[in-house]
């Protein structure tokens, strides 16, 4: 178990991370075919998987999670893959489209970034530099994977102080400040992107300098893949389920108001099942769409194994806590 305060995400090395599950053989023997095809799977493993598709279709998952940032990515998160006839583990199988299968994934729980130390440091070189930091860095994760920040604490306030409004002793509530937790630096108007590359050749600061190319790359590499729209028909089979659950909490200090937020409203996020964070819809007969699934699934890989990285070096993150 990693060292820290409160609870810590758990270096769960040799533990299996992804669960697979095909709607039947017929259907894993097309997606193991269109797999090999595209030379995704390793022939090999076939063997390793006794003849079995399902399990072939599984060894195929970890290795490409593995050439795509694996091992980056379970420093910081906590994420299952999951491929199934059905949208969510606990949605309705998709009868309408028996042929179709979906490649999904979800957290079991949500890490935590703070961004107070890199502001102090990035504020040194431009005012506005920490605004455009934090918004590139969320904006890469957001295209794949959920992220909680303060303006979900802000929605959520909102939605307490609506709940409150009508209690007659309304004005004894204490709620959350949530715009007191937001540094003066996030109330800024982001750097532009390109005023960035300028401001590169100026920092001195090697760590300012990493941080600043690391949160570039991230959003180059996030940039890799559309994400899929999912169709109406997609959505009827997921209108029972919740929002997404984030897969990283971001704030700006520890126990802020964002926090506080994020804690309160986990506690009812699982009343209803969540829907997952990504959902590729696949033809497992056809090594197009089986091609474009897994490329999009390899890009939301690597987005979430560079922000791991970039967290590895942002200042006051070394304590990684898990939170909800």
Known sequence: MAQGR????????GVPLVHRLV??????????RSLV???ISAAEDWGR????????????LERWIEAHGGEAI???FILEARISSSPSAWA???????QRLFLTVEPSEAGCAVFGPTFELLEKWHPQLPARFFHLFVAALNRWSRIYDYRDAEERRENLLDWVANEPDADQYELPDVQGSI????KQPPLRQREIIRLMDKISDPLAAKLVEAVLNLNNVSRGAERPKLGDDVGELLSDCNPPLPSLLAIFSESDAIEACFQEESEYMMEVTPEPNLILP??????ASVGVAFHAFGVACETLAAASRLMDIMPGNDKWVVSG
């Not at 409160?6 to 090395?13: A, F, I």
């Not at 696949?282 to 090594?287: E, G």
């Open 92 to 98: 309705e199988e998709d009868k309408d489209h028996p």
């Open 37 to 39: 095809e595209l030379n």
């Open 6 to 13: 409160g609870l810590v995400l758990p270096r769960l090395n």
């Open 183 to 186: 540094p003066l630096c996030m």
């Open 49 to 60: 998987a006794e003849h079995d598709p399902s399990a072939f279709i599984g060894l195929t």
């Open 74 to 76: 379970r420093r910081r």
């Open 282 to 287: 696949l033809d497992p007969s056809n090594t």
């Open 23 to 32: 709607a039947d053989d017929r259907l894993a023997v097309l997606l193991a």
